[in-house]
Every structure is written in C-alpha cells, then in structure tokens.
C-alpha cells in the first residue's frame, strides 16, 4: 500500500483554492462525521459529491467528480485485489479475478452507497436524472469511487483502504454475495467458446441524451447474428445487460 503513498502530499502542495458554499459545507460537516474523517481539503470533498448536472446551479465548483471517481476505480480495484490475494491464499487467478469483479460492480457499489446513505450528501440537480432509478443507481456508484479517490488523495492509502473494507469489501464477503457471478460478459464469452461461435461483438445503436443523462442502447452480435440489447447509463451497463439478455435468449431457444 506504500507505492502511491506521496501523491496525495504532491497534491495538496498544487491544489488551486476553490470556494464551497453553505449549502455544500454542511453536507461536508455531516459527511465529515459520518465518516470520522477530519477533511484536510473540504474541495475535493465537495467535487467527490458533485454530479455534473449541479454545475448548471453553480459557479464555485468548476468540475464534477469524474476525475475523482477514474482515481478511485483505480484505487479501488487495486486494494481489493491485495486483500482477495492475502486472503484467499488456496485460491487461483480465475476465482480471484471475479470476487474482485463482483466486489467492485455497479451493483455492488450502489449498495454500499446506500448503506453509507450517499444520497443525502450528493449534489445533483433533480431536473434532470428526475430521481430515475437506472440513472441514481448510476449516479451513487460513480459517487461512491469518486468519495474513495477523494478520500485517498486527503487522507492517503491507508484511510482509503479502511473506508473500503468497511463499506464494501465486509459486507460482501459476510454476506456470500461475492460468489455470485454477475459477469454476464464473461459468461456469455465462455459460453459461446463452449458451443464453438464466435466470440459476442457489442454494437453501439445509439447514444442519446446530455451527458449528465445519456442512455446507450447496445446490440450484441454473434456470428453476425443480433441477439440480446441493453439499455444503460454507460457503455459497461448496457453491455452487461445486453450479454444478460442474450444468455436468456440462448436459455429460452435451448428448452
């Protein structure tokens, strides 16, 4: 956990000062709280909560959380990955690689947002995602790995890997959850080996909406043969469910 150890000093020696308003710095201080966390850089909090679509109700913050939330996914999956490794010491790299999938998917990180409560701290503006719950489930999980990109830069490596031991990877592993596949992905591509096709290509049909509220529509292709589509928030969603819906198809035709 030592090998990033300096970045977030590096940081805050460059950070650019930003203002946080009222409104936002009490959703900080109950977060703050929450969290037993003393906030060396209340901004970078305040930017792990922001939803692009606020940016429309105010000038201080002048970035959404995406690049918070890059960082966290990579922090994230590298964190899990070390304590699946130490943990599951008899365990090979197939049974490794899809814990740590199942630990870090959508899903699951929604979940832990709703554990944590996410939702009461966010900034969004609800005229636009209108509290659709494909669009906050979305939401809150990208929220989630921005909070542990923040959270890593203020606090360093090894907050952020008790942050996630405590809200997501306990509550998987307790829980059995983790031995759940949820890769439809990687089923329908083992699947597809199995009865010698080709392996699925995932078509792009459309891409429409801001892009704080974009939905993909995506066609998997096999054998240049249409079969399941997916609607999603982004490109992963929609894939997993259009690899989902497939996998059902090729059950029902198999009956």
Known sequence: MKLFANLFTAFKKNRKIEN???????????????????????????KALTHRSYLERTTELNKSNERLEFLGDAVLGMIVAEILFTKFKDEDEGFLT??????????????????LQLKKYLLYDSRFIKDSEVGIKTILA??????????YLDQGIDAAE?????WLVKP????????????????????????????????IVSSKGPDHNKEFIIEVHIDKITHGIGRGRNKKG?????AKNTLLEFKDNSK
């Open 162 to 166: 008790k942050f996630i031991i405590k």
């Open 172 to 203: 998987n592993l307790e829980s059995g959850n983790y031995q759940v596949d949820n890769n439809f992905k990687g089923q329908l591509l083992e699947y597809t080996h199995s009865i010698k096709l080709s392996s699925p290509e995932y078509v």
């Open 238 to 242: 929609a894939e997993q469910e259009a």
């Open 20 to 46: 946080v308003s009222e409104y936002e710095t009490n959703k900080l201080n109950i977060l703050s709280k929450k969290l037993k966390l003393q906030f060396n850089n209340p901004i970078l909090f305040a």
């Open 98 to 115: 899809k814990t740590r999938s199942h630990i870090v998917d959508r899903n699951a990180l929604y979940d832990s947002a709703e554990r």
């Open 142 to 151: 990208d929220c989630l790995e921005a909070l542990i990109g923040a959270i």
